[in-house]
Protein backbone atom coordinates (compact mmCIF):
# COMPACT_ATOMS: atom_id res chain seq x y z
CA UNK A 1 0.00 0.00 0.00
CA UNK A 2 1.33 3.12 -0.59
CA UNK A 3 1.20 6.26 1.44
CA UNK A 4 -1.43 8.07 -0.07
CA UNK A 5 -3.45 4.68 0.58
CA UNK A 6 -2.08 4.78 4.23
CA UNK A 7 -3.88 7.98 5.08
CA UNK A 8 -6.68 7.47 3.65
CA UNK A 9 -7.87 4.03 4.71
CA UNK A 10 -6.07 5.60 8.21
CA UNK A 11 -8.41 8.37 8.08
CA UNK A 12 -11.51 6.17 7.32
CA UNK A 13 -10.78 3.89 10.42
CA UNK A 14 -10.60 7.04 12.61
CA UNK A 15 -13.70 8.30 11.00
CA UNK A 16 -15.66 5.52 12.49
CA UNK A 17 -14.19 5.47 15.73
CA UNK A 18 -15.26 9.45 16.13
CA UNK A 19 -18.64 8.56 14.36
CA UNK A 20 -19.11 6.19 17.55
CA UNK A 21 -18.73 9.22 19.83
CA UNK A 22 -21.25 11.61 17.04
CA UNK A 23 -18.45 13.39 15.85
CA UNK A 24 -18.68 14.04 12.43
CA UNK A 25 -14.93 14.12 10.90
CA UNK A 26 -15.90 15.17 7.76
CA UNK A 27 -17.67 18.13 8.92
CA UNK A 28 -14.78 18.95 11.31
CA UNK A 29 -12.61 19.10 8.44
CA UNK A 30 -15.04 21.53 6.66
CA UNK A 31 -14.92 23.60 9.63
CA UNK A 32 -11.18 24.15 9.53
CA UNK A 33 -11.93 26.82 7.09
CA UNK A 34 -13.01 29.26 9.46
CA UNK A 35 -9.73 28.72 10.98
CA UNK A 36 -7.58 31.39 9.55
CA UNK A 37 -4.34 31.76 11.24
CA UNK A 38 -2.60 35.79 10.75
CA UNK A 39 0.93 33.88 10.29
CA UNK A 40 3.38 37.34 11.71
CA UNK A 41 6.74 38.44 8.83
CA UNK A 42 8.79 38.63 11.75
CA UNK A 43 10.41 35.17 12.45
CA UNK A 44 11.71 35.30 9.36
CA UNK A 45 14.41 38.05 10.26
CA UNK A 46 14.73 38.51 14.23
CA UNK A 47 11.93 41.29 13.92
CA UNK A 48 14.90 42.93 12.57
CA UNK A 49 12.93 44.90 10.05
CA UNK A 50 14.63 46.49 6.92
CA UNK A 51 14.76 50.19 7.50
CA UNK A 52 18.71 50.42 7.11
CA UNK A 53 20.36 46.95 5.93
CA UNK A 54 21.91 46.78 9.47
CA UNK A 55 18.44 47.30 11.41
CA UNK A 56 17.86 45.01 14.38
CA UNK A 57 15.90 44.34 17.19
CA UNK A 58 16.44 47.21 19.88
CA UNK A 59 15.02 47.41 23.10
CA UNK A 60 11.02 47.34 23.85
CA UNK A 61 11.13 44.60 26.58
CA UNK A 62 11.16 41.90 23.91
CA UNK A 63 14.62 39.60 22.77
CA UNK A 64 15.60 37.33 20.18
CA UNK A 65 18.19 35.12 21.09
CA UNK A 66 19.94 32.90 18.79
CA UNK A 67 22.35 33.21 15.65
CA UNK A 68 21.31 30.06 13.54
CA UNK A 69 22.00 30.31 10.00
CA UNK A 70 19.87 31.62 6.99
CA UNK A 71 18.30 34.83 8.54
CA UNK A 72 16.06 36.70 5.64
CA UNK A 73 18.45 39.94 4.77
CA UNK A 74 15.81 41.27 2.69
CA UNK A 75 12.91 41.51 1.57
CA UNK A 76 13.02 39.42 -1.55
CA UNK A 77 14.80 36.66 0.57
CA UNK A 78 11.80 37.40 3.32
CA UNK A 79 9.17 36.74 0.85
CA UNK A 80 11.00 33.76 -0.78
CA UNK A 81 10.59 32.11 3.30
CA UNK A 82 7.13 32.72 3.35
CA UNK A 83 6.50 31.37 0.04
CA UNK A 84 8.13 28.03 1.55
CA UNK A 85 5.92 28.66 4.60
CA UNK A 86 2.53 29.27 2.79
CA UNK A 87 3.45 26.52 0.00
CA UNK A 88 3.73 23.98 3.13
CA UNK A 89 0.57 25.32 5.37
CA UNK A 90 -2.53 23.12 5.01
CA UNK A 91 -5.40 25.85 4.58
CA UNK A 92 -5.70 29.52 3.31
CA UNK A 93 -3.57 31.77 6.01
CA UNK A 94 -3.06 35.60 6.25
CA UNK A 95 0.05 37.56 6.56
CA UNK A 96 1.05 39.68 9.68
CA UNK A 97 3.16 43.14 8.81
CA UNK A 98 5.18 45.12 10.81
CA UNK A 99 6.23 48.76 9.82
CA UNK A 100 9.15 47.94 9.63
CA UNK A 101 8.67 45.97 7.03
CA UNK A 102 8.02 48.26 4.25
CA UNK A 103 10.01 48.64 1.32
CA UNK A 104 11.77 52.16 1.29
CA UNK A 105 14.76 51.79 -1.70
CA UNK A 106 17.55 52.83 0.34
CA UNK A 107 15.78 55.95 1.10
CA UNK A 108 15.89 57.13 5.07
CA UNK A 109 12.36 57.02 5.66
CA UNK A 110 11.33 57.86 9.19
CA UNK A 111 8.41 55.74 10.93
CA UNK A 112 6.09 58.89 11.22
CA UNK A 113 6.37 59.35 6.81
CA UNK A 114 6.04 56.12 5.98
CA UNK A 115 2.99 55.46 3.35
CA UNK A 116 1.21 52.90 1.63
CA UNK A 117 3.73 53.02 -1.41
CA UNK A 118 6.13 51.71 0.86
CA UNK A 119 3.77 48.61 0.80
CA UNK A 120 3.11 48.08 -2.27
CA UNK A 121 4.80 44.94 -2.92
CA UNK A 122 2.98 43.46 0.11
CA UNK A 123 -0.14 43.86 -1.53
CA UNK A 124 0.64 42.19 -4.50
CA UNK A 125 2.49 39.65 -2.64
CA UNK A 126 -0.85 38.94 -0.88
CA UNK A 127 -2.80 39.58 -4.26
CA UNK A 128 -1.01 36.70 -5.60
CA UNK A 129 -2.24 34.40 -2.16
CA UNK A 130 -5.87 35.87 -2.74
CA UNK A 131 -5.42 36.92 1.74
CA UNK A 132 -5.49 39.53 3.60
CA UNK A 133 -2.95 41.17 5.35
CA UNK A 134 -3.05 42.45 8.98
CA UNK A 135 -0.30 45.23 10.08
CA UNK A 136 1.52 46.60 13.49
CA UNK A 137 2.90 50.15 14.54
CA UNK A 138 6.19 49.86 14.98
CA UNK A 139 7.02 51.44 18.42
CA UNK A 140 10.90 49.91 19.27
CA UNK A 141 13.92 49.64 18.30
CA UNK A 142 14.44 53.46 17.39
CA UNK A 143 15.81 56.39 18.71
CA UNK A 144 12.87 57.95 19.83
CA UNK A 145 11.58 55.21 22.14
CA UNK A 146 14.97 54.90 24.25
CA UNK A 147 13.40 56.37 27.13
CA UNK A 148 11.15 53.80 27.63
CA UNK A 149 7.85 55.87 26.30
CA UNK A 150 6.52 56.06 23.58
CA UNK A 151 2.94 57.20 23.35
CA UNK A 152 2.77 57.57 26.71
CA UNK A 153 6.13 59.98 26.91
CA UNK A 154 5.43 63.65 28.63
CA UNK A 155 7.85 64.57 26.05
CA UNK A 156 5.49 65.93 23.63
CA UNK A 157 8.00 65.88 20.23
CA UNK A 158 7.94 62.07 21.30
CA UNK A 159 4.79 61.89 21.82
CA UNK A 160 3.37 63.60 18.77
CA UNK A 161 5.91 61.74 16.42
CA UNK A 162 4.37 58.00 17.91
CA UNK A 163 1.28 59.34 17.38
CA UNK A 164 1.99 60.48 14.15
CA UNK A 165 3.28 57.08 13.36
CA UNK A 166 0.41 55.03 14.25
CA UNK A 167 -1.69 57.33 12.68
CA UNK A 168 0.64 56.53 9.16
CA UNK A 169 -0.13 53.01 10.30
CA UNK A 170 -3.76 52.70 10.46
CA UNK A 171 -4.13 54.38 7.17
CA UNK A 172 -1.93 51.61 5.69
CA UNK A 173 -3.45 48.67 7.30
CA UNK A 174 -7.09 50.69 5.76
CA UNK A 175 -5.77 50.89 2.36
CA UNK A 176 -4.74 47.03 2.57
CA UNK A 177 -8.28 46.04 3.63
CA UNK A 178 -9.78 48.34 0.83
CA UNK A 179 -7.80 46.83 -1.89
CA UNK A 180 -7.18 43.46 -0.79
CA UNK A 181 -11.43 43.05 0.22
CA UNK A 182 -11.00 41.94 3.85
CA UNK A 183 -10.32 43.94 6.68
CA UNK A 184 -6.95 44.39 7.82
CA UNK A 185 -6.14 44.16 11.60
CA UNK A 186 -4.15 46.85 12.66
CA UNK A 187 -2.55 46.07 16.24
CA UNK A 188 -0.92 48.29 18.41
CA UNK A 189 1.71 47.33 20.95
CA UNK A 190 3.92 49.58 23.30
CA UNK A 191 6.64 49.35 25.15
CA UNK A 192 6.12 52.14 27.58
CA UNK A 193 7.25 51.35 30.91
CA UNK A 194 9.43 51.52 33.91
CA UNK A 195 12.01 49.35 35.33
CA UNK A 196 11.70 50.81 38.93
CA UNK A 197 8.28 51.69 40.44
CA UNK A 198 7.47 54.97 39.39
CA UNK A 199 5.66 57.77 41.25
CA UNK A 200 3.43 58.62 38.62
CA UNK A 201 1.67 55.64 36.78
CA UNK A 202 -1.81 57.70 35.79
CA UNK A 203 0.20 60.45 34.48
CA UNK A 204 1.69 57.94 31.92
CA UNK A 205 -2.11 56.34 31.57
CA UNK A 206 -3.96 59.54 31.18
CA UNK A 207 -0.88 60.49 28.28
CA UNK A 208 -1.82 57.32 27.01
CA UNK A 209 -5.43 57.52 26.61
CA UNK A 210 -4.79 61.26 25.07
CA UNK A 211 -2.54 59.72 21.98
CA UNK A 212 -5.03 56.76 21.36
CA UNK A 213 -8.03 59.39 21.28
CA UNK A 214 -6.27 61.44 19.22
CA UNK A 215 -5.36 58.15 16.86
CA UNK A 216 -8.78 57.18 16.84
CA UNK A 217 -9.93 60.67 15.82
CA UNK A 218 -9.55 59.60 12.27
CA UNK A 219 -11.98 56.61 11.61
CA UNK A 220 -12.33 54.31 9.04
CA UNK A 221 -14.83 51.83 7.44
CA UNK A 222 -15.04 48.63 9.73
CA UNK A 223 -15.07 46.70 6.25
CA UNK A 224 -11.38 48.06 5.69
CA UNK A 225 -9.86 48.64 9.57
CA UNK A 226 -9.88 46.74 12.58
CA UNK A 227 -7.66 48.27 15.75
CA UNK A 228 -6.08 46.22 18.21
CA UNK A 229 -4.69 46.85 21.44
CA UNK A 230 -2.16 44.93 22.74
CA UNK A 231 -1.98 44.36 26.86
CA UNK A 232 1.06 43.17 28.65
CA UNK A 233 2.52 42.66 32.48
CA UNK A 234 5.28 43.56 32.51
CA UNK A 235 8.65 43.21 29.87
CA UNK A 236 12.39 43.46 30.17
CA UNK A 237 13.13 46.66 31.11
CA UNK A 238 9.32 47.64 32.17
CA UNK A 239 9.26 45.33 35.23
CA UNK A 240 7.63 47.35 37.92
CA UNK A 241 5.09 48.92 35.42
CA UNK A 242 3.81 48.30 31.87
CA UNK A 243 1.49 51.78 30.58
CA UNK A 244 -0.49 49.46 28.42
CA UNK A 245 -1.63 47.07 31.15
CA UNK A 246 -4.70 44.67 30.86
CA UNK A 247 -6.57 46.30 32.84
CA UNK A 248 -5.76 49.68 30.77
CA UNK A 249 -6.84 48.25 27.07
CA UNK A 250 -9.42 46.13 28.53
CA UNK A 251 -11.43 50.06 30.13
CA UNK A 252 -9.73 51.49 26.37
CA UNK A 253 -11.25 48.70 23.74
CA UNK A 254 -14.34 48.29 25.96
CA UNK A 255 -15.04 51.97 26.14
CA UNK A 256 -14.42 52.62 22.50
CA UNK A 257 -15.55 49.68 20.47
CA UNK A 258 -12.36 48.26 19.94
CA UNK A 259 -10.27 44.75 19.78
CA UNK A 260 -8.18 43.35 22.79
CA UNK A 261 -5.37 42.03 21.72
CA UNK A 262 -4.23 38.64 24.22
CA UNK A 263 -0.97 37.62 23.92
CA UNK A 264 -0.71 34.42 25.78
CA UNK A 265 2.70 35.50 26.61
CA UNK A 266 1.46 38.78 28.43
CA UNK A 267 0.18 37.16 31.77
CA UNK A 268 1.38 35.60 34.57
CA UNK A 269 2.65 32.36 34.12
CA UNK A 270 -0.49 30.91 36.22
CA UNK A 271 -3.42 33.06 34.39
CA UNK A 272 -4.54 31.46 31.23
CA UNK A 273 -5.54 33.21 27.99
CA UNK A 274 -8.16 30.63 27.47
CA UNK A 275 -10.33 31.56 30.16
CA UNK A 276 -10.25 34.84 29.47
CA UNK A 277 -11.83 34.73 26.35
CA UNK A 278 -15.15 34.10 27.33
CA UNK A 279 -14.63 36.76 29.88
CA UNK A 280 -14.08 39.79 27.51
CA UNK A 281 -15.70 38.89 24.56
CA UNK A 282 -19.30 39.74 26.98
CA UNK A 283 -18.57 42.89 26.45
CA UNK A 284 -16.37 43.21 23.32
CA UNK A 285 -17.65 42.35 19.94
CA UNK A 286 -14.00 41.02 18.55
CA UNK A 287 -10.93 40.05 19.87
CA UNK A 288 -7.60 39.37 18.19
CA UNK A 289 -5.31 36.83 19.53
CA UNK A 290 -1.27 36.36 19.61
CA UNK A 291 -0.78 32.60 20.14
CA UNK A 292 2.96 32.17 21.64
CA UNK A 293 4.39 29.88 23.74
CA UNK A 294 6.47 31.74 26.63
CA UNK A 295 9.11 29.64 28.73
CA UNK A 296 8.99 31.40 32.31
CA UNK A 297 8.35 34.79 30.75
CA UNK A 298 7.20 36.33 27.58
CA UNK A 299 9.88 34.39 26.00
CA UNK A 300 8.12 34.04 22.43
CA UNK A 301 9.22 30.65 21.82
CA UNK A 302 7.76 28.41 18.79
CA UNK A 303 3.73 26.94 19.50
CA UNK A 304 3.73 24.21 20.17
CA UNK A 305 0.84 21.73 20.92
CA UNK A 306 0.14 22.50 24.37
CA UNK A 307 -2.56 22.26 26.93
CA UNK A 308 -2.37 26.24 26.92
CA UNK A 309 -3.08 26.34 23.47
CA UNK A 310 -5.28 23.67 23.13
CA UNK A 311 -7.50 25.55 25.88
CA UNK A 312 -7.23 28.67 23.26
CA UNK A 313 -8.64 26.60 20.79
CA UNK A 314 -11.10 24.65 22.82
CA UNK A 315 -12.93 27.76 23.94
CA UNK A 316 -13.16 29.40 20.76
CA UNK A 317 -14.72 26.43 19.06
CA UNK A 318 -16.87 25.09 22.14
CA UNK A 319 -18.70 28.98 21.71
CA UNK A 320 -18.27 29.27 18.01
CA UNK A 321 -16.33 32.43 18.57
CA UNK A 322 -14.90 31.53 15.42
CA UNK A 323 -15.81 34.74 13.27
CA UNK A 324 -15.08 37.04 16.35
CA UNK A 325 -11.69 35.78 17.30
CA UNK A 326 -8.66 37.19 15.46
CA UNK A 327 -6.15 34.31 15.07
CA UNK A 328 -2.34 35.63 14.90
CA UNK A 329 1.15 34.13 16.19
CA UNK A 330 3.81 35.80 17.51
CA UNK A 331 7.24 33.77 18.26
CA UNK A 332 10.94 34.60 16.84
CA UNK A 333 13.43 32.25 17.98
CA UNK A 334 16.51 33.11 16.12
CA UNK A 335 18.28 29.49 17.43
CA UNK A 336 16.73 27.34 15.01
CA UNK A 337 15.78 26.76 11.09
CA UNK A 338 13.47 29.81 11.05
CA UNK A 339 11.41 28.49 8.14
CA UNK A 340 10.69 24.97 10.02
CA UNK A 341 9.89 26.97 13.16
CA UNK A 342 6.72 29.14 11.29
CA UNK A 343 5.91 25.11 10.18
CA UNK A 344 6.17 23.93 13.76
CA UNK A 345 4.41 26.68 15.17
CA UNK A 346 1.55 27.32 12.64
CA UNK A 347 0.64 23.29 12.53
CA UNK A 348 0.43 23.25 15.84
CA UNK A 349 -1.97 25.62 16.53
CA UNK A 350 -3.91 24.28 13.56
CA UNK A 351 -3.91 21.31 14.88
CA UNK A 352 -4.98 22.67 18.22
CA UNK A 353 -8.29 23.27 16.46
CA UNK A 354 -8.42 20.73 14.61
CA UNK A 355 -8.66 19.02 18.24
CA UNK A 356 -11.16 21.27 19.78
CA UNK A 357 -13.64 20.32 16.61
CA UNK A 358 -12.93 16.61 16.91
CA UNK A 359 -14.52 16.98 20.59
CA UNK A 360 -18.02 16.01 21.75
CA UNK A 361 -18.84 19.22 23.23
CA UNK A 362 -22.54 18.31 23.48
CA UNK A 363 -22.10 15.30 25.59
CA UNK A 364 -19.25 16.89 27.71
CA UNK A 365 -21.57 19.35 28.67
CA UNK A 366 -24.35 17.38 29.08
CA UNK A 367 -22.38 15.36 31.87
CA UNK A 368 -21.22 18.53 33.33
CA UNK A 369 -24.88 19.99 33.84
CA UNK A 370 -25.64 16.70 35.47
CA UNK A 371 -22.65 16.88 37.60
CA UNK A 372 -21.22 13.85 36.76
CA UNK A 373 -17.97 15.21 36.40
CA UNK A 374 -16.07 12.11 36.92
CA UNK A 375 -17.09 10.89 32.89
CA UNK A 376 -16.15 14.27 31.58
CA UNK A 377 -12.88 14.03 32.93
CA UNK A 378 -12.76 10.96 31.43
CA UNK A 379 -13.76 11.38 28.50
CA UNK A 380 -11.42 14.67 28.11
CA UNK A 381 -8.86 11.89 28.68
CA UNK A 382 -10.17 9.35 26.72
CA UNK A 383 -9.87 11.60 23.75
CA UNK A 384 -6.21 12.50 24.32
CA UNK A 385 -5.57 8.70 22.81
CA UNK A 386 -8.23 8.95 19.62
CA UNK A 387 -6.86 8.63 16.38
CA UNK A 388 -6.23 12.21 15.74
CA UNK A 389 -3.09 11.98 13.68
CA UNK A 390 -4.73 10.51 10.94
CA UNK A 391 -7.26 13.00 10.90
CA UNK A 392 -5.02 15.63 10.46
CA UNK A 393 -2.71 13.32 7.75
CA UNK A 394 -6.18 13.53 5.80
CA UNK A 395 -6.42 17.38 6.22
CA UNK A 396 -2.76 17.93 4.88
CA UNK A 397 -3.75 15.49 2.39
CA UNK A 398 -6.90 17.43 1.10
CA UNK A 399 -4.93 20.47 1.22
CA UNK A 400 -1.89 18.98 -0.97
CA UNK A 401 0.90 19.72 1.84
CA UNK A 402 3.18 17.00 3.43
CA UNK A 403 1.49 14.86 5.83
CA UNK A 404 3.09 13.59 8.76
CA UNK A 405 6.73 14.54 9.61
CA UNK A 406 7.14 14.53 5.82
CA UNK A 407 7.40 18.68 5.64
CA UNK A 408 10.32 18.38 7.83
CA UNK A 409 12.76 16.95 4.89
CA UNK A 410 11.54 19.57 2.63
CA UNK A 411 12.89 22.16 5.76
CA UNK A 412 15.79 20.96 5.57
CA UNK A 413 15.89 20.62 1.44
CA UNK A 414 15.12 24.40 1.68
CA UNK A 415 17.88 24.67 4.12
CA UNK A 416 20.23 22.89 2.20
CA UNK A 417 19.61 24.85 -0.89
CA UNK A 418 18.67 28.31 -0.14
CA UNK A 419 18.93 29.28 3.27
CA UNK A 420 22.74 28.21 4.35
CA UNK A 421 23.85 29.83 0.99
CA UNK A 422 22.95 32.98 2.58
C1 LIG B 1 6.81 42.05 17.41
C2 LIG B 1 5.50 42.16 18.12
O1 LIG B 1 4.89 43.37 17.88
C3 LIG B 1 5.66 41.99 19.60
O2 LIG B 1 6.09 40.67 19.83
C4 LIG B 1 4.41 42.25 20.43
O3 LIG B 1 3.30 41.69 19.84
C5 LIG B 1 4.64 41.69 21.77
O4 LIG B 1 4.09 40.66 22.09
C6 LIG B 1 5.59 42.35 22.68
O5 LIG B 1 5.83 41.64 23.81
MN1 LIG C 1 2.44 39.83 20.97
Redesign the pocket.
Known amino acids: MNELELVKKAYEAAKTQYAALGIDTDRALDKMKDIVISVHC ?1 QTDD ?1 GGFETPDSSLGGG ?2 QVTGNYPGKARSIAEMRADLDKVFELLPGKQRLNL ?1 AIYGEFGGQKVDRDQIEVKHFEGWIEWAQKYQTGLDF ?1 ATCFSHPLADDGFTLSSKNEKVRKFWVDHVKACRKIAAEFGKRLGTPSVH ?1 L ?1 IPDGSKDNPIDRAGHRAILKKSLDEIFSVEYPKEHLKDAM ?1 C ?1 LF ?1 IGSEAMVVGSHEFYLGYTISNNKLLCL ?1 N ?2 FHPTEQVGDKISAVLQFLDEILL ?1 VTRGVRW ?1 S ?1 HIVSLNDEVLQIAQEIVRNNYQSRVNIGL ?1 FFDGSVNRVGAYLVGTRATQQAFLQALLEPTAMLKELEEKDRNFERLAWLETMKSRPFGAVWDYYCLLNQVPTGGDFIKEVVRYEEEVLLKR
Open positions: WVGIHNNWEKGDGHHDDD
